[in-house]
């Protein structure tokens, strides 16, 4: 008998718990997504040049936080700004540190990278 997983929300935290679940678990993902498309405000946010994270030193980065970073410190080493980076890159879609320190896509555009995370956990996205 599979085991069969719903998933309400189709940004990125419902993507991502769907590839999370889908590799680790075995089970069967689905993500229910009420909008047109799924991560719709993520390619909203990818219009203007897709900012992914920071580049700056670990403690600088902890510091933004200020007083949630006792609270943030683990996820944030467990996924932490070159994790994402390594993350992006296993999707096929190299980063870059820009002038500014952050960091971005090489395509600057969210769709790519979307395209890309949709296809690799293999759920099922219904809208």
Same mark, same amino acid.
């Given at each position: 008998?599979?085991?069969?997983?719903?998933?309400?929300?189709?940004?990125?935290?419902?993507?991502?718990?769907?590839?999370?679940?889908?590799?680790?678990?075995?089970?069967?993902?689905?993500?229910?997504?009420?909008?047109?498309?799924?991560?719709?405000?993520?390619?909203?946010?990818?219009?203007?040049?897709?900012?992914?994270?920071?580049?700056?030193?670990?403690?600088?980065?902890?510091?933004?936080?200020?007083?949630?970073?006792?609270?943030?410190?683990? +996820?944030?080493?467990?996924?932490?700004?070159?994790? $994402? &980076?390594? /993350?992006?890159?296993?999707? =096929?879609? %190299?980063?870059?540190?820009?002038?500014?320190?952050?960091?971005? +896509?090489?395509?600057?555009?969210?769709?790519?990278? $979307? &395209?890309? /995370?949709?296809?690799?956990? =293999?759920? %099922?996205?219904?809208?």
């Amino acid at each position: 008998m599979s085991k069969n997983i719903a998933i309400i929300g189709g940004g990125p935290a419902g993507l991502m718990a769907a590839e999370i679940i889908s590799a680790q678990s075995g089970f069967s993902v689905t993500v229910f997504e009420r909008k047109p498309s799924p991560a719709r405000k993520f390619l909203m946010a990818g219009r203007g040049g897709l900012n992914l994270t920071h580049s700056e030193p670990w403690d600088s980065f902890l510091e933004k936080y200020r007083d949630r970073a006792d609270v943030l410190k683990k +996820p944030l080493q467990e996924f932490s700004p070159q994790s $994402l &980076r390594n /993350w992006c890159d296993g999707l =096929g879609e %190299k980063t870059f540190i820009g002038s500014s320190g952050r960091v971005f +896509p090489e395509s600057f555009k969210a769709s790519p990278l $979307l &395209r890309a /995370w949709l296809a690799r956990f =293999g759920s %099922k996205v219904l809208v």
